[in-house]
Nanobody
Framework: QVQLVESGGGSVQAGGSLRLSCVAS????????MGWFRQVPGKEREGVAA????????YYADSVKGRFTISQDNAKNTVYLQMNSLKPEDTATYYC??????????????????????WGQGTQVTVSS
């Protein structure tokens, strides 16, 4: 099990940027998946971006391609989500998650919340028009 702590959320106007951070602590294998998900009240949790730690592959939802970038800093056990050109529809609680058990994921699987076991507490992102 890995412990995850997100930070970096806040309020921003449309067109602005935010960078979310997720620090992982505890045991992690050489290769595993980390993902960013978001949720608004009354809707299902949506996969935003994911990265294969140790492999380097990245995956993005169509709604954020070209605007969001997921990256990792292995020395700091941290995964980032750089969010540019933010839109009001990006408003949500953002969660990072880890899956330590699945050796290989397809692009669709990497953005599927049900495959992830460990979750952070969430950080709120609010984008005003």
């Amino acid at each position: 099990q890995v412990q995850l702590v997100e930070s970096g959320g806040g309020s921003v106007q449309a067109g602005g940027s935010l960078r979310l951070s997720c620090v992982a602590s505890g045991y992690t294998p050489n290769q595993y998946y980390m993902g960013w998900f978001r949720q608004v009240p009354g809707k299902e949790r949506e996969g935003v971006a994911a990265i294969w730690i140790g492999g380097g592959n990245t995956y993005y939802a169509d709604s954020v391609k070209g605007r969001f970038t997921i990256s990792q800093d292995n020395a700091k056990n941290t995964v980032y989500l750089q969010m540019n050109s933010l839109k009001p529809e990006d408003t949500a609680t953002y969660y990072c998650a880890a899956d330590l058990k699945t050796p290989i994921m397809t692009a669709i699987q990497a953005l599927r919340s049900t495959l992830y076991d460990d979750w952070g507490q969430g950080t709120q992102v609010t984008v005003s028009s």
